[in-house]
T-cell receptor, first 115, second 115 residues
């Protein structure tokens, strides 16, 4: 069975500072990896996804993530955050062979940007 | 174009009553997914549809939960004899195709409160 661990439940940072949100996954099979963002009272929006190829994936809003197979990690980074990045971020995984995108989510990391 | 819509946005019901939650996917999307977001369990996958067929119902929490999809479009999630532990936000998502790589687009969710 797959599982996703987001190591930090809350991350406070100052505006324009860099941020890294950590994600580790556990799976016995090859997986696809995703980061979603949820703004207050809204649904989830895809930030980026890793399917294959380059391990550095660039997404929307200046975010990027790096897939590290040996460490089973998929950490999300942004070099300079803005107030508007305040939201909850979810890492998710799905099995490649499943045939459908049955997403397994981590518990989420609440990113708070302070002025 | 229009995104995924869900109705109602909020539903308050009494324990023991039945509720129906509705999801309108993006036009032309063949795959539809239901998730549940609760404080205790985080984001959980419930069920998916390929067209009108639900190949795997193992994610439904109990036999009080059922879902159907008609005409390859609208889906309803029905909870019979609601319990307080059913209180959660129910999220629906759709994707263009039935593939583990397609982007899922999420609706804003239905917040269910069982008194």
């Amino acid at each position: 069975a797959q599982s996703v661990t987001q190591l930090d439940s809350q991350v406070p940072v100052f505006e324009e500072a860099p941020v890294e949100l950590r994600c580790n996954y556990s799976s016995s099979v090859s997986v696809y990896l995703f980061w979603y963002v949820q703004y207050p009272n809204q649904g989830l929006q895809l930030l980026l996804k890793y399917l294959s190829g380059s391990t550095l994936v660039k997404g929307i809003n200046g975010f990027e993530a790096e897939f590290n197979k040996s460490q089973t990690s998929f950490h999300l980074r942004k070099p300079s955050v803005h107030i508007s990045d305040t939201a909850e971020y979810f890492c998710a995984v799905t099995e490649r062979a499943f045939g459908a995108q049955k997403l397994v989510f981590g518990q989420g990391t609440r990113l708070t940007i302070n002025p | 174009g229009a995104g995924v819509s869900q109705s109602p946005s909020n539903k308050v019901t009494e324990k023991g009553k039945d509720v129906e939650l509705r999801c309108d996917p993006i036009s032309g999307h063949t795959a539809l997914y239901w998730y549940r977001q609760s404080l205790g369990q985080g984001l959980e996958f419930l069920i998916y549809f390929q067209g009108n067929s639900a190949p795997d119902k193992s994610g439904l929490p109990s036999d009080r939960f059922s879902a159907e999809r008609t005409g390859g479009s609208v889906s309803t999630l029905t909870i019979q004899r609601t319990q307080q532990e059913d209180s959660a936000v129910y999220l629906c998502a759709s994707s263009l195709d039935f593939s583990s790589t397609d982007t899922q687009y999420f609706g804003p969710g239905t917040r269910l409160t069982v008194l």
